[in-house]
């Protein structure tokens, strides 16, 4: 009896002490656990995601075109062919409409680096693919830009030094001391009197990546055209897909 | 036998107690605790693993697998909090036809604990966020932004406590500053505050007042820029306190957890994993009350 109420004492005492005491972060240890197929899934989660997948499957799969090269945004020098081919994509596609509406012609298109989501492996194009370069509800607008603003827009792509996309009527080459070699519009110096029609996207036009020249376009004309689903429609119209890079904007 | 166990364990710290006095090394060995901390980034809707034939992460991520990965984790150590720093939404068909409900639902089936708002999650505005949040049954922390005035005001709080045993962990958020990234229309009246100065104010908060043992940063401010541009290792320099800072939105791969020196001299681990559910990012942290570790400070295995 007196042993059991001494042992009880001493331990309220070491409890107490204990508790008074808080515990102090003695070691730390970080790794990274790479997600592969070593790792069974749980069945009640695949079984939760299945109808869904199955569903936009069935949608998605369509095959649109062939890509015979794997394109990605990382260009050199600030040009890549999927960069090229997106910028290029939305003159072809939204021109038109623009000329129907306006009676007036775009006269290039700059979207941003950051918007392409993903890289186009070799291989069959389908409507999945528009979805992961492209997954935002981005629309496609029209912006009417004086000589001014154009300069802006030339001063920010040689600052920002961000392979942003431009179609093939925009050629922009400057050195490393950002000096420019050259920099014209359907191969014409940009004219002081002449405003210029450049097609973007509304993320970009809303403030997106800080592209300020935009926020005091002269006009803006909407063109109610999903840059994924211009894509989309830009692929149906292919057999095998033409890419290449070149020098429309370019860092020596 | 547990109460022999007991007797047993008291008899030795009696021992110790009448050899040294009342040493606190006495409860040293029993009084261990162990919290591990699970997180992802940037996983931007992906659901499903990658193809096989991936070109950049063949055969890799996926919800179901990471839901076998942290489920072992937390067998192994039942004391783990799952956090992930934001852009859950947008980057695969699951968002654009269903709008985050499934990635929430997921998250909830996998038990996260506690996100922060990546700019992505703005993608459908403050009312898209808001639509899916009866699907989350975890919390949402965002320290600098301001919800005032916005549907989201009473849903996000700066920082939540959670207690694992006897450790009280601090988890508080920050995001990047959405202008200039996210349409002014998805925002909305959301204001951003200044991460590093609302972040000093934070810690100072859950380390008197919630006497916090752990403190972490949920952040989407981005691993490191070039330029003066706020970032993770700008944060953890110049404030104290964090002993965790979580990163994303910069989708940076790194070879291990940096180590960085704060404000005062004291290590901060910084970590991110990368994007799209790619990897989980795993911390253990370890305690104890021997009286001896204070002199000894902590180590930091990466």
């Known amino acids: 009896m007196k042993i059991k109420h001494f042992v009880i004492i001493i331990t309220l005492l070491v409890a107490y002490n204990c508790s008074k005491e808080p515990q102090k972060l003695r070691q730390i240890e970080a790794k990274q656990i790479n997600i592969n197929d070593s790792l069974k899934e749980v069945t009640e989660i695949e079984e939760f995601i299945k109808p869904k997948r199955e569903y936009i499957k069935a949608d998605l799969e369509k095959i649109l075109c062939y890509n015979p090269t794997y394109l990605s945004k990382k260009g050199n020098n600030l040009n890549s062919a999927l960069g090229n081919l997106m910028a290029d994509i939305v003159y072809e596609q939204a021109n038109p409409i623009f000329n129907e509406r306006t009676g007036k012609n775009i006269d290039f298109v700059l979207l941003n680096y950051g918007g392409i989501r993903a890289t186009i492996p070799e291989g069959n194009i389908t409507t999945r693919t528009a979805f992961e370069v492209m997954p935002f509800e981005n629309t496609i607008l029209v912006a009417e830009l004086s000589y001014d603003q154009l300069k802006d827009l030339e001063s920010y792509l040689i600052e920002n030094e961000k392979a942003h996309p431009v179609s093939q009527q925009f050629h922009l080459e400057f050195r490393k001391d950002k000096s420019v070699k050259s920099f014209t519009i359907n191969k014409k110096t940009p004219q002081k009197n002449k405003t210029y029609y450049v097609a973007t996207s509304n ?31 830009y692929f149906a119209k292919q057999d095998t897909l033409q890419t290449s890079t070149d020098k429309r904007l370019y860092i020596d | 036998m547990k109460r022999r166990d007991f007797i047993q364990k008291t008899a030795v710290g009696a021992t110790f107690a009448s050899l040294g006095g009342l040493s606190l090394a006495s409860c040293a060995p029993e009084k261990q605790s162990h919290i591990t901390i699970l997180h992802t980034n940037d996983v931007h809707s992906h659901i499903d693993p990658f193809p096989a034939d991936h070109p950049d992460f063949p055969n890799q991520g996926g919800v179901a697998r990471r839901a076998t990965l942290i489920e072992n984790i937390r067998q192994e150590n039942p004391n783990t909090i799952l956090l992930d720093a934001g852009d859950i939404f947008q980057g695969t068909p699951y968002f654009n036809y269903y709008g985050g409900e499934l990635e929430y639902k997921l998250m909830s089936m996998l038990r996260y604990d506690a996100v922060t708002l990546g700019n992505h999650d703005f993608d459908n505005g403050i009312e898209g966020i808001l639509a899916q949040l009866p699907n989350a049954n975890f919390d949402f922390v965002s320290a600098n932004y301001a919800f005032v005035n916005t549907p989201l005001e ?6 939540k406590i959670f207690v694992r045993g006897e450790i009280r962990i601090g988890v508080f958020g920050l995001g990047i500053e959405l202008e200039g990234l996210v349409e002014k229309k998805n925002y909305g009246e959301t204001v951003y505050i200044d991460p590093i100065e609302i972040a000093q104010d934070i810690t100072k908060e859950l380390k008197e007042k919630e006497n916090c043992d752990l403190v972490i940063c949920l952040s989407h401010l981005g691993y490191h820029y070039k330029g003066d541009k706020v ?34 001299n004291e290590d901060v681990l910084v970590n991110q994993v990368g994007c799209y559910g790619i990897n989980v990012g795993r911390v253990d942290f370890y305690f104890d009350k021997a009286s001896k570790v204070k002199s000894q400070g902590k180590s930091i295995l990466v």
């Open chain 2, 231 to 264: 970032s993770d290792l700008k944060l953890a320099a110049q404030t104290q306190d964090i002993d965790l800072i979580i990163g994303g939105h910069t989708h940076t791969f790194l070879d291990k957890p940096a180590v960085v020196k704060n404000k005062i």
């Open chain 1, 203 to 233: 993320f970009l036009l809303g403030g997106g990546d800080h592209m300020d020249f935009f926020k005091e376009a002269l006009s803006v004309t909407p063109v109610d055209y999903l840059l994924r689903k211009a894509m989309i429609d």
């Open chain 2, 154 to 159: 009473d849903y996000i709080k700066p920082y």
